[in-house]
């Protein structure tokens, strides 16, 4: 059975927090009259996924992948269905070490979260 | 103005809009749409086989529209799927053979297999054939690894056939599956391609007229250099060593016409035919830029043809003449307006007066000849020279407000372009001069004859009525090319090589020079003028040059002649076409004619428009409100003009 949550070819635990967002890419500018007007290039999920408490053995692969700021399969849960996206982390993840050891050198880590952008 | 359908209009002055670009970039000359056709041992039906030929290597999961687009990019793209499977090992149980013909013998060095990443040939024979009957094998491959495979031979392949036969894949228990194979003659770019397209037209200057007529354009493109495909020195990529050198490619740029996310459909607006430029071509990291030129750049540095004086002729017929002696066809590769009648009573190819014949070029006799005629010379976006009348009639082809298309317009004045009287100088005809000794020198004749001898004559030639070798034993006159500026002879020699005396006799053109003069009627005659003299070779009447005066006075005597508009873009509109602005904001109601625009899209669209009043036949130029114009013409007589009313003129003579 494959994994609800993936990053890459790595396992994730269920986030405590997950939300998929649409957004345009284009340009906004107002006209002489002022009057707004928007020319869009096409719309892109933007991924925010957050634990309240995570482990090393976790972040450590997604940390190398936000170094390599490469793309990677992100797979995700959205209305019962599993899905997967090529995205890339945009956002500089923050580790809160707790001092709590979950297993030999897997330390725990509060408030992780991850902002992904679809390719 | 490019024919739009409704769906387009609507969705280009929508406030939101989808765009993208395809790019058609012709690698073989020789090879355009339909580009191929194909046949496979099998296929699948919604996969056929001709899918293997028509340039695209992504697939396509919308439809194209647009006037000239080939109509094999209209469809979706999916590729070629057998409908015979591999086994276990991914051998096929039924090996693939898949011929192509080109229709025509062609020559090519570049051949490549792209396949989807999943499902590519492993095992496969490509071989060639100009006849289909007799093979040549050029490859034989037993363990690609490559999803988008790409071979360069060192010397250049000459076949008709091309036969692929794959007899193993990358997938197990599945079909065949090529996105476009063969020999790399024409590509086509989606949009996924394509970073950035920039296209500037213009109108440009080639003398001292401010009405510049003879438009040029040329596009920049940027495409993605994702995984190295347009790094031109990358050898696994299958444009290696193509983007590098010089070809033909047709930009394009679509809109999102259709909603349904099941039918999804692009129209896409030619930008033009252009060739690109070697030395022009650079690859950073994450693009490779390319700039290409239209037609007109490429002929426009040329010396015009030899053509002998055309008498009673018009501006259409000289121009007619102009292209057919560059080697164009009428209607494919030009197109002339009708209306251009001004009559011209000995027409020549020929620069200003006074200009040195022999570093006239093109560019200069179709800017001579467009003022005789009020006209604009440009190339149009299907890569067809087209000339049309630069005076406002009828509808203007587009309308800019500033509720759907201007965000701001920036009005210009310039002192030093603005004058208060134009004298135009013309010539004309009353005859020839008598006959009199044109050329008279020696040449060296060598066994054999050499090459054509070049003559250049100070001023124009009507008649030639002798050319003689003179005293010369085995060498004689083969060939004479004469013309009214310009005329080659070339002389054969069956003996030893000798010295022999070229004379050539004929009668020149004799012009009675004068000119006319057009004053702007705001000035006040104790106000000194700023005076523009401007001289046309084939300005050869009276009217004709009354109208082309009034139609610069026009121009160069407006406070705010020229203009620049920022706005939205749409692809359809061309340089030259005529629009009204009606921007309520800024209280500008104007007609004006495009004569310079640069066009970006780099995922959106932008556009900056320079614009210049439009001009108006000078029989209309002033109707509203009532002015006066005064003409005089220096020759037996002075002849005051009248504007009363419109439709009501008063012409005396004084």
Known sequence: MSSLWMIATNDLPDPGAFSVTEFAIGTNQRLANMRLVTDIVGYKKRFEISWPTITWNYIDPIMDLYLASSFFTFTYQDEGATKTATVMITNSPEKLLLWIEAAANDWVYKDFALTMEEQ | ?654
């Open chain 2, 1 to 654: 103005m490019i024919r739009t359908s409704t769906q387009y209009q609507s969705k280009i002055t929508a406030d939101v809009r989808q765009t993208r670009t395809l790019m058609i970039a012709q690698f073989n000359p020789e090879v355009y749409y339909p580009l191929a056709a194909a046949t496979a041992t099998s296929e699948n039906a919604s996969y056929p086989v001709e899918q293997l030929v028509d340039g695209r290597f992504r697939e396509v999961s919308y439809l194209s529209y647009g006037q000239g687009l080939p109509i094999q990019l209209q469809g979706l793209h999916t590729g070629w799927w057998s409908s015979d499977l591999s086994n276990g090992s991914g051998t096929m149980t039924v090996p693939q053979v898949i011929v192509i013909d080109y229709y025509r013998e062609i020559r090519s060095k570049h051949f490549f297999i792209v396949s989807p990443s999943t499902n590519y040939p492993v095992a496969f024979t490509i071989a060639l054939s100009t006849d289909g009957i007799a093979w040549e094998t050029l490859l034989t491959e037993t363990a690609n690894t490559a999803h988008e495979y790409a071979t360069q031979k060192p010397s250049y392949k000459s076949f008709r056939y091309l036969r692929l036969t794959v007899t193993k894949i990358s997938a197990v228990t599945a079909p065949a599956k090529i996105l476009q194979c063969g020999a790399v003659t024409t590509v086509c770019f989606e949009f996924y391609d394509n970073d950035i397209c920039k296209l500037v037209e213009e109108m440009r200057q080639y003398n001292s007229s401010p009405l510049s007529c003879v438009c040029s354009s040329y596009v920049e493109c940027a495409l993605s250099n994702e995984e190295g495909l347009t790094d031109d020195d990358n050898t696994d990529s299958f444009l290696s060593g193509l983007l590098g050198g010089n070809f033909t490619f047709r930009p394009w740029i679509g809109v999102r016409v259709t909603d349904s996310p099941a039918a999804e459909g692009y129209e896409f607006i030619p930008l033009g035919v252009f060739t690109s430029n070697a030395a022009e071509q650079s690859t950073e990291d994450i693009t490779a830029q390319f700039l290409g030129y239209d037609k007109l750049n490429q002929i426009k540095d040329l010396q015009p043809p030899i053509l002998s004086v055309v008498w009673d002729t018009t501006v259409y017929e000289l121009f007619d003449l102009l292209f057919q002696g560059l080697g164009l066809a009428r209607g494919t590769e030009y197109y002339i307006d009708k209306s251009l009648t001004q009559s011209i009573a000995a027409g020549f190819f020929a620069g200003e007066v006074g200009s040195d014949f022999s570093e006239e070029t093109v560019g200069e006799a179709l800017q001579v000849l467009a003022e005789a005629g009020c006209a604009y010379v440009r190339c149009d976006r299907f890569g067809r020279i087209v000339v049309r009348s630069n005076f406002l009639t009828g509808d203007v082809d587009a309308t800019l407000r500033d509720s759907d298309f201007v965000f701001s317009v920036k009005k210009e004045k310039d002192p030093a372009a603005h004058y208060d009287q134009i004298n135009v100088r013309y010539r004309e005809l009353t005859g020839l001069e008598d006959e009199e000794e044109l050329y008279n020198s020696d040449i060296d004749i060598p066994l054999g004859g050499g090459p054509a001898v070049s003559i250049e004559f100070p001023d124009a030639v009507g008649i030639i009525t002798q050319v003689a070798l003179q005293g010369t034993t085995n060498a004689a006159i083969s060939t004479v090319t004469p013309g009214a500026v310009r005329m080659e002879v070339e002389v054969s020699n069956t003996g030893a090589a000798e010295t022999g005396t070229l004379v050539i006799k004929g009668r020149k053109l004799k012009f009675f020079n004068t000119h006319i003069e057009k004053t702007d009627v705001m000035t006040s005659e104790d106000e000194p003028r700023k005076i523009l003299s401007i001289s046309n070779w084939l300005i050869q009447d009276r009217t004709v040059a009354l109208s082309f005066g009034d139609s610069v006075l026009h121009y160069v005597s407006e406070p705010f002649s020229t203009y620049t508009i920022i706005e939205r873009g749409d692809p359809a509109r061309e340089i030259g076409d005529y629009i009204h602005l009606d921007d309520n904001t800024n209280d500008i109601d104007k007609y004006l004619q495009m004569v310079r625009r640069t066009l970006t899209w780099d995922g959106v669209l932008a556009a900056e428009t320079e614009c210049r009043v439009a001009l108006a036949d000078w029989r209309w130029a002033r109707v509203t409100p009532p002015h006066l114009i005064q003409c005089t013409v220096t020759r037996e007589k002075t002849v005051q003009s009248s504007w009363v009313m419109p439709g009501l003129l008063i012409e005396e003579e004084v």
